[in-house]
C-alpha cells in the first residue's frame, strides 16, 4: 500500500496539510516526499513493492505534469513497451510510471484501459488541472472534501481529511474527476448479455481466469504471504499459489482464538494438503476487546460485521508484520458477493439474485475491501484481492443468474466445480460449508464483543444513545451503538460517508434478521463447526 493525498488550492497551511498527510504514514513508511504545482500540493508516502530503488519514488514528473498514485497496474509491461515504441522512456521498472505518458497518449480514456487496482491524482501543468480516478472496485480507497475556498481536496483515508474539510465522502469506484464532475468511466456491475454457456465449459473459464488473476498478483519485488483461513475462497488462493510457485512453500497465515479456534484446524488441513510454510496465530478475548477501539479509528467505519471481520484479520496482519519480511498480501475477499452468501439461498428469484450481486459489489468499497485495505494498510503491507480481478468479476457477473443460485444443496456450487479436478483441494475442504470469517475465528470473538457492549450502557443510556444517532444509520443494539460512539469519537460528524450496516436483504423470506452473522440464518446448519 501507499498514500496519496492531493490539494488543488494554495489556502491550506502546509502545516495542516502534512499533520492530515502525516495520519496515513503506516502506508507507505519507506519513504515520503511533498510538492508543490503551481496551484496546489500532491504527497507520496511509498510502501516499495514494485522497483524497491529510490527510482520508483512517487510523484513522477514529465515536464510539466504529474502523478501520484496507489496502485498496483497489473500487465503494466506490455503497455510500456508500446508506450517505448512510441518514444517514451522510463527510469524505474515501477508500474505506476506509465501513468503519465499513458495521460499523455490516451487522457482519460487511459482509465478504462487499465487492468489494476488503483486511486490516482494527476496534475496537468499545461492546463493547471487536476484529474482524479478510482478503480472500478474501489478495491484501493481514496476520499475527497471541499475546503472552504471551494476547492476538492483528495486523500487516500478519510483520516487524512478530518478538520481540512467539513464533509469527508468516498471517491466513487469506476469514476474520475475532471473539471468539477465525476464522471463514470466503467461499471463492472453491467451486463450486457448472459452468458448461457452450459456448465462444463462455463466451470473451465471461472476456473482459467480466477487462475490467470491470482498469476497477476504474485508478481512483486518485495515478499509475499498469504492469509489462510482454511474456507473455499483463501484455501482456493493459496492451492493456486503454491502450482504455480512450485519451487518451494508459500508462507501461509491463520487465526483463531484461544477458546474455539475453529478456523485453525481447516486452515492447517489446507496448508497440510497443499504444503506450505504454515503459521498459526493466537489471540484472546483480552487482545480482541484491548484493540477494539484502535481498529474503528482505522477502519473508519461504524458497520457491525466489517468491524468484528476486522478484529482477527488486524491482529493476524499485526503478528505477520511484527515476526516476517512479508510485505505484500494475498486474500480471498469478493468471492461472496460474486457467487453468493449464505442469505443468498434465500433469493426468490434468478433476477433478485443477480440484483443483489450487483447492490454488493457496487458496495464493497465500504464493506469487505475497506476492511482488507485497512487491516493490512495499518500494518505496512500491500493486501491483493485475486477475486476482484476486472476480467474474473466481469465473467462471473455474465453468467446467467439461474446457474448462480444455489440449487445445487451447496452454495457456491460453480467455484467448487470449477477446481473439482486437478487436486487442488482435497474433496472435503473442497465442498466444506461456509463458515462466516467473523465467527470462524472462533465464535466466541463475536460473543465476547456483545457482552462487552452489554456491560457498556443501561436500557435507558441505550434508548439515548440510539436516539442522538437516528439521524443516520441509527444504532439498533447495544453493540451497535458502542461502534457508533468509538466512530464519532475518531470522525466526528462523518457518519454520512457509510451508506448504512450491511444486513441481509431483509425483504426476502428467511433473511429478516437483526444480526448480519450467518450465524443467525436458518440454513446456517453445522456451517464452521
Known amino acids: 500500500m501507499c498514500s496519496i493525498m492531493g490539494y488543488t488550492g494554495k489556502d491550506i497551511k502546509m502545516k495542516d496539510f502534512m499533520e492530515g498527510f502525516g495520519q496515513t504514514l503506516s502506508r507507505g513508511p ?66 505506476c510510471e506509465i501513468i503519465l505518458p499513458l495521460y499523455r497518449e490516451y487522457g482519460v ?11 490516482m491524482v494527476i496534475y496537468d501543468g499545461e492546463k493547471d488541472t487536476y484529474i482524479a480516478a478510482r478503480d472500478p472496485i474501489g478495491i484501493r480507497p481514496l476520499f475527497y472534501g471541499f475546503t472552504g475556498s471551494g476547492k476538492i481536496i483528495f486523500a487516500s483515508e478519510a483520516k487524512n481529511l478530518i478538520g481540512l474539510t467539513e464533509k469527508i465522502m468516498p471517491f466513487p469506484p469506476g469514476h474520475y474527476y475532471k473539471d468539477g464532475r465525476f464522471i463514470c468511466y466503467r461499471d463492472v456491475t453491467a451486463v450486457s448479455q448472459f452468458c448461457q454457456a452450459s456448465l462444463d465449459p462455463l466451470c473451465q473459464q471461472i476456473h482459467d481466469k480466477l487462475v490467470k488473476g491470482i498469476e497477476k498478483r504474485l508478481d512483486a ?10 474456507g473455499l475462497d483463501s484455501s482456493l488462493v493459496c492451492a493456486v499459489a503454491q502450482r504455480l510457485m512450485p519451487e518451494k512453500p508459500i508462507r501461509t497465515f491463520a487465526i ?19 504444503g506450505s510454510d504454515h503459521q498459526e496465530i493466537i489471540i484472546t478475548k483480552e487482545d480482541v476487546l484491548s484493540s477494539l477501539e484502535e481498529v474503528i479509528r ?32 494475498l486474500t480471498g475477499e469478493i468471492s461472496d458477493e460474486l457467487f453468493g452468501y449464505k442469505y443468498t439461498d434465500f433469493a426468490p428469484s434468478p433476477e433478485a ?49 439461474k446457474m448462480k443460485m444455489n440449487t445445487y444443496g451447496k452454495g457456491k456450487y460453480l467455484l467448487r466445480k470449477a477446481f473439482e479436478k486437478g487436486g487442488y483441494l482435497p474433496k472435503e475442504l473442497l465442498y466444506r460449508e461456509k ?36 439521524y443516520h444509520s441509527k444504532p439498533f443494539t447495544k453493540e ?50
Open 256 to 274: 483463531g482464538m484461544k477458546e474455539d479456534a475453529i478456523d485453525l484446524k481447516y486452515a492447517r488441513e489446507a496448508a497440510d494438503y497443499i
Open 298 to 329: 482505522i477502519l473508519g467505519t461504524f458497520d457491525i460485521t466489517t468491524i468484528r471481520a476486522s478484529m482477527g484479520m488486524y491482529l493476524i496482519c499485526k503478528a505477520i508484520r511484527e515476526t516476517t519480511d512479508v510485505r505484500v498480501l
Open 221 to 230: 519485488d518485495a515478499p509475499i504471504g498469504f492469509l489462510l483461513s482454511g
Open 109 to 119: 480514456e487511459m482509465f478504462a484501459m487499465l487492468d489494476a487496482e488503483f486511486a
Open 30 to 95: 519507506d519513504m515520503s516526499r511533498v510538492i508543490e504545482t503551481k496551484s496546489g500540493i500532491l504527497a507520496f508516502h511509498r510502501l516499495a513493492i514494485m522497483d524497491l530503488e529510490e527510482a520508483g519514488m512517487q510523484p513522477f514528473q514529465m515536464e510539466q505534469d504529474y502523478a501520484i498514485c496507489n496502485g498496483e497496474l497489473y500487465g503494466f509491461r506490455p503497455l510500456k513497451r508500446q508506450l517505448e515504441a512510441k518514444g517514451y522512456s522510463f527510469v524505474s521498472d515501477s508500474d
Open 480 to 529: 451497535s451503538l458502542l461502534y457508533r460512539e468509538l466512530f464519532e469519537k475518531a470522525y466526528p460528524g462523518q457518519a454520512e460517508m457509510v451508506a448504512g450496516f450491511w444486513m441481509p436483504n431483509k425483504a426476502w423470506k428467511g433473511c429478516d434478521v437483526d444480526d448480519p452473522s450467518a450465524r443467525v440464518l436458518k440454513n446456517y446448519g453445522a456451517s464452521g463447526m
Open 353 to 401: 439474485f443477480q440484483q443483489e450481486a450487483e447492490k454488493r459489489l457496487r458496495e464493497l468499497y465500504m464493506y469487505d475491501v475497506l476492511r482488507a485495505d485497512r487491516c493490512i494498510s495499518a500494518n505496512s503491507m500491500e493486501g491483493r484481492v485475486p477475486f476482484g480481478d476486472l476480467d474474473f468479476v466481469k465473467y462471473v457477473m455474465s453468467i446467467d443468474p
Open 435 to 470: 463458515a462466516a470469517f467473523s465467527d470462524a475465528v472462533g465464535h466466541s470473538l463475536v460473543d465476547d464483543l456483545k457482552e462487552y457492549a452489554e456491560t457498556k450502557y443501561t436500557d435507558e443510556a441505550f434508548a439515548a444513545g440510539c436516539e442522538k444517532y437516528a
